[in-house]
Every structure is written in C-alpha cells, then in structure tokens.
C-alpha cells in the first residue's frame, strides 16, 4: 500500500507517494508560504500532498496514512509542532497532525525533519547496509541524526544535535548565540555573515556578485559552489574552516559511539559534499581515537527527496 | 544465585560476589602484579577472586559465573585482552577469560572496565531510574559508558571515548598524541605533566611536596584534593581548566544524545566530584543546545565497587 511524506523546509514543501517497495511514484514541490502563519503552511502542505497523489493515481484518502519531517519542536504524540524558526510566526503550538489529516482523509504522524531524512538514508539510501549511522545535514544550520541498532534514537526529544558540538571552547559565536559550536563555522547562516564581515574589512571576493547576478539576496549553496569553481580565495578559506569544523565534530561524535557510517546531506552537503569528502576525512583523521577503522563517509544518496521518504516510512504499517 | 565481578586496574584487581538482588556479600582487593605479564596477573585475579568469595562463604565454583571488567582491547566472544597499555607488558592477545575459567570452575566473561561500570551505576547505583545514561570517568585518563535505553552501546566495539571528543581544535596535545581532546585537559595524567612543566617554568605549588611526603611518585587524585584544601593555586588553576573541558565535553555529548543523566566517577571524579558538580554544570550550560532541561548530573553512588558489581552483571542468567 502507498504512503506520503511531506517534509516541511524553511523554503520549500516537497510531498512524496512511495510504494510498499520504498519507490517514490509521484511527487510535488511548492514553496512554503512565508505569509498566514501555520494555518496557511498547514493548507499548501496538503495542497502539495495532493498534486503529488494525483501524480501517483492514487486519492490521498486511500495512503495508507501521511507522514511529516518537521523542523522545530515536533510533539508526536500530541500532534503539535511549536517553536518552527525557519517558518514565518509559528512559535505557539500548532495541532499540524490533526489539521492535515482533516484535509486529506487519511492518518498524519508527525516527525523530526532531519530525523526522518537519516532514517531514510538508513534504510534505503547510503546507510542501507549500516546498522549505526550518523546523518550529519549541512546546510543553513548544520543538522544531525543518529541512527543506533537500526533505529533513530531521539533521546528525550532533542537528540542529534552535532551541529552544536564544541570544537573550540570559546571559539566563534555561533547562530544558537553560543560560543564554538560546529555550526558556527560550518553553517551557511554563519559563513554568510563571516563573509559580509570579511567583506566589509576590505577583502575581496566575488560570492555577493554572484549573488546579486542570479537575483538572489543569500549565498545559497549554488553560489558558494559556483564561487569556489571560480577559484574565490575568501570561499575556499571560509569552506576549508567549515570542513575543518565538520571533521573535528564529526570525529568526535565517532569517539563516543563508533558508528558504521557517516552520511553528509544538506544544501552544502550534497552540492560540495563530493568535493570535500576527502578533506573531511582527513580532519577526522587528526581526531578519532580508533585510528584503523574510520567509519565510511558518505554523501546521501536520496538528495533532496531524502526527507521526503523519510517522513513516508513514519506511516510504515 | 550469586555472580563474581572483577575489576582489573592498573593499580589494584577489585573482585565482589553479588547475590541474586545486586547486594555485594563479600569482596577482595590486591596490587595488580607488575611482572610476570599477563599469566601473573590471571593468577592474582583468580586468587582475589577466591579471597572474595571465602568471605561471602560461597566456593568459587558454585558461583553462578565470574565477570571481568577489563582495560586494553576486550574480545568478549574471543574471551582476550589485548592492548592493555595500563599493565605491564600486555600487549599480544591473551586468553583470559579460559585462564580464569580453568581457575575458578567457572564460566567467565569479559567486558570492558568503563563500561561495565557504566552499566552498574545504570542499574544499581546513580541512574537506576534513567533509561538513558552517559558515564564519565574522570582519573588518569577519562572514560566514558554510554548506555541508551538501558542497553550498553558499543558501537563497532570502541564506543565511549568521551574522553577524546574534542573541545579545542588545535588545543593541548593529549596523551593519545592528538590534539585538544577533552582528557588533554581533564585527564590526571596530563594534568601532572603540565604542573610537572609549570614548576620548571618557576611556578609555585606544594602539589609535588604533599606527593613526597606521602612517598608517592604519581600526583594521585587524594593529592590533588589536599593541594586544593591548603588553597594552592596551580592545584585549583589545573582542576578549573580540567572542569572548563569536562563540562564543554559532557554538553556536546548532551547535545548530540539528549541522555537523561551523566554520571561521573573515576578516582578525581569520585574523590572532587561533590566540590566540582557545579562549575562543570555552570560550563555546560554555556553549550547545551536545549538550555531548559539538562540533564541530572550526579557522582556514582557505588564508589570503587563499582567496576567489580558491573563485571558481575555479564555473567547474570
């Protein structure tokens, strides 16, 4: 029986139907409403999820149920996603579950949107073969998931945190306001800033022409990517200090629970992942204890479809 | 029925007998030998074992089984040890767990020292009421058990090592030869190293005097607490450092775990633990990404027995 996923982002709502095999045979992509507030994110959610239903010839009422990747505080027995900061005024609790599945005639289980998408990479993508795995989602901020004896462990709700592992006491201030944390060099958020500072101070780089050329007003992974194939001194120094960052906090978190593998998704990670695995592993390499038996380093193999799936495999009967 | 644990040091071999309710009814404690390599050292342990359960009045081989709480590389289906760094001249594969077996006419397992005491303190001692559970401890060098829904995790065989998470990249050079790990700060090894070179430097501290006196050659942690008493100030800078990394550790742990409780232990753990809980809690709330709930952190309840009750639970029916 066919089930949906619909993975929530600060940008986009991207909706797919998957087969009993795990195939995804229809999909929908639409931008997340950035006006209404949660109401309005909830409506073009099941939107979405019906134009992908339509493209797999199935009514939505007939999945077996639907399956959500959210960011924020996703209460999945309550339904409820509170505390979304990359989504436009939903701090208050909002019943997501209950108001999607009024919509779409079906079951809606709500999950961690980067949970779900190292799930999904656990079961059907890089991570297949791996009994424990890592999902390290570098992108804006820099995302986690641990996935232990097959399963997600999500702690007391708030596991997976590796973009807020320390990697210099004291270091950089990181978007969270603390000091230190991976994120702090490794996110697009932070090395956008980094790079609006250097620029300010006088150094030269062509990543905010860029920008301004493709009508964008971020440095979005693209950019970064394009400006590091031009040879741009400041984005390679500013991408060489988030490997530095990624390596170091990666090698830790392989200290404490010597994981099989680790998978690198994320804007960044899948866009420039490809580049600078071998970097990444050569940091890791300064830092794990058990020197002979790295874990495997991997790019996600689902893409941006990965959260998408993830969140169907919470509708598993 | 009752079980035997025994817990191998560096310096002394710790065995209990345990009965059925996790009570010790009788233990034994001797200096672990320095010469005559591993086959001298089974027989130490053999013979402490028997010592432990003449006083709980049970023969050793009516004991239900013996666990072994082991440093170095632990192949507990294999039943060796090797790499024992800590003993003298245990370096090759030794059998031990037949040795003892053929000893004690009993069966025996083995288990790795930390988290064996790791898993005590989950069922009997300090996190008896948590499912999840970090152990750090903190003694020549820093250990860690990390047990996830009441369950040991391993991960590949080498999971734990908290002690080298990194909490300065580029920081101070660690006993494992890398750079920055929680331990090159924390661990009484290299803490003894950096007074050993501040006092070369011209540094005042009656940390190596109170160590004469005592006709000790090592700064063990009794040292370290008399120094502090007396209110001397490389004492308390070095500790200060020490817990500034412990807490930074434990909280990116925190962070990527989300575990209810940490529990700390080892010989500077146990011995300034109660002085020391809360600055490190103080440090960790300078990086927990969830500041609203950490997690409860609290020293071992059952002390230098702890190893030894621990090892007794591989062997429980």
Chains 1, 2 share one sequence.
């Not at 004896?149 to 004291?170: C, D, F, M, Q, Y």
């Amino acid at each position: 029986m066919s089930r949906g996923g619909i993975d929530l982002g600060g940008t986009k709502i991207q909706a797919a139907v998957v087969d009993g095999d795990g195939r995804v045979i229809g999909e929908a992509r639409h931008p997340t409403p950035v006006e209404g507030g949660p109401p309005a994110v909830a409506l073009q959610m099941a939107e979405t999820m019906r134009e992908a239903a339509r493209s797999a010839g199935v009514e939505p009422s007939a999945l077996e149920g639907v399956g959500v990747g959210s960011p924020g505080d996703v209460d999945a027995r309550a339904g409820t996603v509170a505390n979304a900061r990359n989504l436009t005024g939903w701090l208050d609790a909002f019943s997501l579950s209950s108001t999607l599945s009024d919509q779409l005639g079906t079951k809606v289980k709500l999950g961690n949107d980067v949970g779900v998408a190292t799930m999904a990479e656990a079961e059907l993508g890089a991570g297949r073969e791996r009994r424990s795995l890592l999902g390290v989602f570098w992108g804006t901020g820099v995302g986690g998931g641990v996935v232990l004896g097959r399963k997600l462990w999500k702690g007391r709700g708030a596991a997976g945190e590796i973009g807020h592992t320390v990697v210099r006491r004291g270091g950089a201030r990181c978007s969270c306001g603390r000091r230190g944390c991976l994120e702090a060099y490794a996110g697009r958020a932070t090395m956008e800033a980094r790079a609006r500072r250097e620029v300010k101070r006088g150094t030269h780089t062509d990543l905010f022409k860029i920008m301004e050329k493709r009508g964008r007003t971020r440095l979005t992974s693209g950019i970064w990517a394009r400006a590091l194939d031009r040879g741009d001194p400041l984005a390679a120094k500013l991408l060489d200090r988030a490997v530095a960052a990624l390596g170091t906090g990666i090698a830790s978190a392989v200290n404490l629970l010597d994981v099989e593998a680790v998978v690198l998704g994320g804007g960044l990670g899948v866009r420039l992942g490809p580049l600078y695995l071998d970097a990444i592993r050569a940091e890791m390499a300064e830092h794990l204890f058990v020197a002979g038996q790295p874990p495997d380093l991997r790019v996600v193999e689902l893409g941006d479809l990965g959260g998408a799936i993830g969140a169907s495999l919470l509708v598993r009967p």
